[in-house]
T-cell receptor, first 121, second 111 residues
Framework: NAGVMQNPRHLVRRRGQEARLRCSPM?????VYWYRQLPEEGLKFMVY????????ESGMPKERFSAEFPKEGPSILRIQQVVRGDSAAYFC???????????????????FGEGSWLTVV | KQEVTQIPAALSVPEGENLVLNCSFT??????LQWFRQDPGKGLTSLLL?????REQTSGRLNASLDKSSGRSTLYIAASQPGDSATYLC??????????FGTGTRLQVFP
């Protein structure tokens, strides 16, 4: 059973380009979370998605950032017109379906990917 | 708004020492607390999860305690080894269903 797969692992973009980060959750998982880790900082929540639905995007910057989790295929975090301040590690995590609010993490059921390191030059 | 703080930010110790890493959170209304390990350039590995109704969890040389009312957790590492060198992250889950992380403690254990 493969873990949470993220790609690319490392991505270099010039200012103004677009970055697309992909996350394939663990088999059977339908909840996906994206976190960002800036240099020397902790992980910050960005967005929580279920299949075809954005559940909570309270941590997403208002502009340039978007996320989706289509019915088929991986979840995509898209950053348009990247700036140097977007350079960070972006982590995806997944958990299984069917858990009521507040209990999504009641067991040891959240798994993180290895991260995608974005460098903007 | 929930805030999670970890002290110390960095720790360097000789092999064999017993260690205590501290985590504090501002809102005691949490569902659980987890400790993670992060190696440089890698993802997160869950070490221990403590439910809000529990007071501690143990796994091998690791023991985590939770005092929900005071908003504190400690991670105790017994007989530290160089392989324990990593960043240790504490995270809580509150009623927003999100993991809220501390900034971590960077541990170095030297031979």
């Amino acid at each position: 059973n493969a873990g949470v797969m993220q790609n690319p692992r490392h991505l270099v973009r010039r200012r103004g380009q677009e970055a697309r980060l992909r996350c394939s959750p663990m088999k059977g998982h339908s909840h996906v979370y994206w976190y960002r880790q800036l240099p020397e900082e902790g992980l910050k929540f960005m967005v929580y998605l279920q299949k075809e639905n954005i559940i909570d995007e309270s941590g997403m910057p208002k502009e340039r950032f978007s996320a989706e989790f289509p019915k088929e295929g991986p979840s995509i975090l898209r950053i348009q017109q990247v700036v140097r301040g977007d350079s960070a590690a972006y982590f995806c995590a997944s958990s299984p379906p069917g858990l009521p609010s507040g209990a999504a993490f009641s067991g040891n059921t959240i798994y993180f990917g290895e991260g995608s390191w974005l460098t903007v030059v | 708004k929930q805030e999670v703080t970890q002290i110390p930010a960095a720790l360097s110790v000789p092999e064999g020492e017993n260690l205590v890493l501290n985590c504090s959170f501002t809102d005691s209304a949490i569902y659980n607390l987890q400790w993670f390990r992060q190696d440089p350039g890698k993802g997160l590995t869950s070490l221990l999860l403590i439910q809000s109704s529990q007071r501690e969890q143990t796994s091998g040389r690791l023991n985590a305690s939770l005092d929900k009312s005071s908003g504190r957790s400690t991670l105790y590492i017994a007989a530290s080894q160089p392989g324990d060198s990593a960043t240790y992250l504490c995270a809580v889950v509150d009623n927003t269903d999100k993991l809220i992380f501390g900034t971590g403690t960077r541990l170095q254990v030297f031979p």
